[in-house]
């Protein structure tokens, strides 16, 4: 790739930067906690996964849940739908505002739905929603995507939407589910892929972003390609592989309604948001050049021809 992995992005480079070149970890500021490959397999290392949600990229501005908020079943978990059977019991690992964790238990009309998410914050709005519905047959619980506070064998359907690429150790959370579900019962698992990304016209302010993402994504040890490697962590957590049903889909933006909330969100994101604070924190970007990023999705947005894919890796297996 042309931009080094360390470059402090302090204004608009000239030099094109290749956004689709999946980096290697760089430097982490001292105060995060680096969660390697090397450590897990390092029985004399103790590193305390319950903490990593503090890093958490996004956080959870406003900007963030209003991305988050427009989540449905439909939209997020069409892959899952076919095998749900009105009685199951559901758990909604990583469940965010819970837009689509209530419309899973409004569809779950005899059973009923558990989410869970790390940020109480997160989860008061998610409450909030169910309640607005008047949907009953859901609760929402403080829990950690390592250890989840169910028995085994649990739940006939354990979902995450958008969770593995934030957690250092996605085999450990894959492990996890698999835990909790019943024997026979399917995890299910939808992740972005950063890299694969696409979108017109071109900008080099969101080829910057796109860099600027996986090297702050990395610095805290994510991966922002989880969706490519979904089908990879789900079978090296030890499902049966011949249950894994890999697959993927697409969210697409060219509306003008469309391009105006993902644009603006963005753009809202590049200055306001955690990963505002990661970028800085780590030293890879000023508040001069996330601004130049923000203004480049603000043009994206206004562009009558602009199209914008995120490309998802989905997988169903069965525990
Ligand atoms: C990108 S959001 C997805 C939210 C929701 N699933 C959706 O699609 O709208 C990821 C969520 O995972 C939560 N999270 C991050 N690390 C976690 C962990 N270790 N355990 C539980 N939740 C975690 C965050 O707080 C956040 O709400």
Redesign the pocket.
Known sequence: MTGSANEHHTARSDTPLSGTDPIDAVDAPSSVSRLTGQDRNDPGAVKD??K??ES?T?G?HESVLRS?RR?TAAN?AAFLLPHLLSDMTLL??????G??TVDLAERLTQGSVVG????DE?LESARGLADAHGTKNISFEH????QLPFEDDSFDVVF????LQ??SDPVA?LREMKRVARPGGFVAVRDADYAAMAWYPESAELTEWNMLYHEVTHAYGFQPDAGRRLASWVRDAGFDPDTIEPGASVWCYATPDDRSWWGGLWAERCTESNFAVQAKDSALADDVALEQLAQGWREWAAAPDGWFAVLNGEVLARA
């Not at 829990?143 to 390592?146: D, I, K, T």
């Open positions: 996964l319950t990593e949600s958490y996004h959870h988050h989540r997020s909604d690992v990583g469940c965010g505002p837009t689509v869970v998410d790390a940020s997160v829990a950690n995507a390592y995450a939407h958008q969770l934030h957690l959370a």
